[in-house]
């Protein structure tokens, strides 16, 4: 079943998202070689804190951290770690903010220092995917779209779309209706409604789409060990459009 958000409820996720956004200003700032993603996750504890909210993820089925933390071959979950980023990582920073009760979703790869010109083609390709995603979700188009708009772009560009993790509905808990696939065919999925709060969260990666699961049972890499990169935005379906509500560039 997929639940349709009234405008409150979408204010109020809005504000949680603001303060995602908020957060992913300012790592971005710290991102270097020598940090690690540790300190990026404790960091992120203390400015949630600051502003009010929780992170959502932390003790989400067991999960311990309030970031995923996913570094070069990883594609998503990494988990936050003492050893230091260095200069050519990218680096995923993905988490979910809680504002009272309400949530947002984003996550966001960033260069650490000079990366190589495939990691930053990589980056922008990745970046542009989800943003042509975000185009397709129009009222009265399909989830499908979005998926077909975002494959055919990145696959013109060379790379691949990672198949075995998808974007979601998102309100009272993290995952919910819709899937939202990053890749399909046009005219299919269910039609994009007003109201609707989903994900999108294209996983594109420099060789094949494959990953494989770590023994941590939470961190997928890709099985070629190729670097992979992520960007997510939580949108809200309105009759104006589509609705960025962790939007940190506008
Ligand atoms: N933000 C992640 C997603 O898009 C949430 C991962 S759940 C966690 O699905 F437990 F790993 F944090
Ligand atoms: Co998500």
């Known amino acids: 079943m997929i639940v349709l958000k009234s405008k409150r409820e979408i204010e109020m996720m809005k504000k949680a998202g603001e303060v995602l956004a908020a957060c992913h200003k300012e790592i971005a700032k710290m991102i270097a070689p020598g940090v690690s993603t540790w300190e990026i996750d404790q960091f992120v504890e203390g400015f949630l804190k600051k502003h009010g909210a929780t992170p959502q993820q932390k003790g989400y089925k067991g999960y311990e951290y309030a970031t995923c933390a996913s570094i070069n071959d990883e594609v998503c979950h990494g988990f936050p770690r003492k050893e230091a980023l260095k200069e050519g990582d990218i680096v995923t ?61 990145a696959e013109g560009e060379g790379f691949s779309v990672v198949r075995d993790f998808i974007g979601h509905g998102i309100g009272a808990s993290i995952h919910e209706k819709p899937d939202v696939p990053h890749f399909g065919l046009p005219g299919k999925g269910p039609r994009i409604k007003e109201g609707m709060v989903f994900t999108i969260e294209p996983m594109i990666n420099l060789g094949v789409y494959q990953t ?35 939007d940190q560039e506008g």
């Open 93 to 153: 920073i993905d988490m979910v903010v809680n504002l009272n009760g309400a949530l947002a979703d984003s996550a966001w790869s960033y260069a650490v220092g000079e990366v190589s010109d495939e990691a930053s083609q990589l980056l922008k390709v990745t970046k542009d995917a989800l943003y042509k995603g975000i185009e397709a979700s129009q009222m009265g188009q399909r989830i499908g779209d979005i998926g077909h708009a975002i494959q055919t772009y």
């Open 212 to 246: 494989k699961m770590d023994a941590n049972g939470w961190t997928a890499r890709t099985t070629d060990g190729k670097l992979s990169a992520q960007f997510e935005h939580t949108i809200a379906i309105t009759k104006e459009g589509p609705v960025i509500l962790t």
